[in-house]
C-alpha cells in the first residue's frame, strides 16, 4: 500500500516568509510525529499526535512554529517568518499507534531552504 | 534526558568484513531501542528492534542485543556488502514520551 508521502519534497523561500508542509500518514494510522533533519541538530523530534488527544509539542524549537491534524488523518507544518537556522529536511512519520514497540514509518521528508 | 550516542563515522569497510557500530543511551526507565537504516536518496527505514533487556533484533543479517547492565545496543554483522553502504541511526522510545531519541548517525561505506 502507498507509504507516508510528504509534500513538497523541495521549497526554498526567503527569510522571513512563512511556510506550510505537509504530510499524508498511512491510511488508519493513529499516530504522527514530525521530526527535522539537520546538519547541525541532527534528528530532532518536532510534535507528536495520537488520535483526538492533544498534541505533544514538547520538541518545537520557538513559536514560530505549530502543527495542526485535520480529520486525524493529514498534518501541516507552519513555519512562520523563517530564518536560515530553520533550513533542515523535516520528516513526517506516522505509526498504527502511540505504543513503543510500534513501528514509526517514514515519509521521504520535505528539504527547505532559507534563503 | 534521554540522550543516545553512537559512533563517528564514516566508518569504511571491505566487503564481507565484519561490522560493529556502537551505541550508548541514557534514558529513565526502560526504553525500547531501534536501529534505522538510511540508504543514499531514500527515506528512514526500520532495521531492527528490541524492547527489553537481553533482546536480541536481528534482520537482513544485522543484530543487536539491548544490554541493559552497560545501557548498549551496538549494531553488528557478520559479513557486509557493498549495498549495506547508508547510515545508520541508533535511536531509543522511552516509556513515557511517544518520540524517537536519535543518535547522531554514522555513515558506512563498503568498497568491493
Known amino acids: 500500500g502507498a507509504g507516508v508521502s510528504q509534500s513538497p519534497s523541495n521549497k526554498v523561500t526567503e527569510k522571513g516568509k512563512d511556510v506550510e508542509l505537509r504530510c499524508d500518514p498511512i491510511s488508519g494510522h493513529t499516530a504522527l510525529y514530525w521530526y527535522r533533519q539537520s546538519l547541525g541538530q541532527g534528528l530532532e523530534f518536532l510534535i507528536y499526535f495520537q488520535g483526538n488527544s492533544a498534541p505533544d509539542k514538547s520538541g518545537l524549537p520557538s513559536d514560530r512554529f505549530s502543527a495542526e491534524r485535520t480529520g486525524g488523518s493529514v498534518s501541516t507544518l507552519t513555519i512562520q517568518r523563517t530564518q536560515q537556522e530553520d533550513s533542515a529536511v523535516y520528516l513526517c512519520?506516522?505509526?498504527?499507534?502511540?505504543?513503543?514497540?510500534?513501528?514509526?514509518?517514514f515519509g521521504p521528508g520535505t528539504r527547505l531552504t532559507v534563503t | 534526558g534521554n540522550s543516545v550516542t553512537q559512533m563517528e563515522g564514516p566508518v569504511t569497510l571491505s566487503e564481507e568484513a565484519f561490522l560493529t557500530i556502537n551505541c550508548t543511551y541514557t534514558?529513565?526507565?526502560?526504553?525500547?531501542l531501534f536501529w534505522y537504516v538510511q540508504y543514499p536518496g531514500e527515506g528512514l527505514q526500520l532495521l531492527l528492534k528490541?524492547?527489553?533487556?537481553?533482546d536480541k533484533g536481528s534482520n537482513k543479517g544485522f543484530e543487536a542485543t539491548y544490554r541493559k547492565e552497560t545501557t548498549s545496543f551496538h549494531l553488528e554483522k557478520g559479513s557486509v556488502q557493498v549495498s549495506d553502504s547508508a547510515v545508520y541511526f541508533c535511536a531509543l522510545m522511552d516509556t513515557g514520551r511517544r518520540a524517537l531519541t536519535f543518535g547522531s548517525g554514522t555513515r558506512l561505506q563498503v568498497q568491493p
Open positions: 528490541a524492547t527489553k533487556a537481553d
Open positions: 534514558a529513565t526507565g526502560y526504553p525500547s
Open positions: 512519520a506516522s505509526s498504527p499507534t502511540g505504543g513503543e514497540s510500534y513501528e514509526q514509518y
